[in-house]
């Protein structure tokens, strides 16, 4: 493989702002988020943050937690999912950068992946919402064990479709 | 009001563990749940820790983050709601305790409430999920600013029941 063949593989980094995150799905934070006072006053609602689903007649949200392992960067990315039948979000539970790999979709396959460093300086603790049937790769946790909170789609029904890339892409930190 | 009616409106206070908090919903917590291992072993799923539901045809699930305000102690609680179209869960993100006021139903009202001090020592960063109907008083920070997760039922129909004890009742600590 010659060298400007080996860069094209490393997988691009967008910036995590809403804006570019909003072909894939939602920023779930309080920070830019319409919001209204509850309760007399005494709490504020940074309200309905990410758009769910779960399709299916026995289909309904679950809440879970992710424990994932930190993986080591550069990292290469070869297998890619999506959930056809609900979206999947995920709320971090530390103040510790993590990363989230996109692929849009080319008929029925996964394109060219991004990648976005969450980093909790930028809107406080944060999780994302992946859009039912956006491609993407499983949890990476960085640098520690990290919790997620989760709320993804439970029933009956294949909710789950993987897809390797012939060849392996390279994700690198930034 | 004489001294043993004034002690009489005094919450009782339970320990919080999944078995006293079984009647009123879930606790949300990785600690003793049921888990086990997905994406190849580098991360810990653990499973489905809310009984979450939302009634109406054009129900669905939110979430929102709720931002409450400190509450000082003691103080009065009156008025508490309940939600016949759906469950409400909250997960704390920070490190702070906070206070859980419920109550049985009895009739079409609260009955005595009761009151669980969430420490997070416990559990570590946990939730709770208040299942459908289930008499509750709003939010109760502690001694900060205190954020949420909250995932609950949006949609049309009237999901919201308020109620005020004719006495207050007096929220004491512990």
Known sequence: MSGSETRSRRIRHLPFTRKNFAPFGDVIAA???HHYPINAGTTERYHD?????????????LISIFRGLPRTLPMQIVMMERHPLGSQGFF?????????????????KPGDPVAFLVEPDE???????????IW???????????????VDRGGEGNNLQEYSYPEPWLLERA
């Not at 603790?125 to 049937?133: A, D, E, I, Q, S």
């Open 31 to 33: 920070t830019g988020a």
């Open 136 to 150: 993407h790769h499983p949890l990476i946790a960085l640098e520690k064990v990290c919790d997620f909170l989760v």
């Open 92 to 108: 971090a539970l530390q103040r510790e950068p993590w990363m989230v790999v996109l692929a849009p979709d080319m008929a029925g």
């Open 49 to 61: 943050l990410a758009r769910l689903e779960a399709i299916g007649p026995s289909a309904r949200q």
């Open 123 to 133: 809107f406080g603790l944060c999780g994302v919402n992946y859009h039912r049937n």
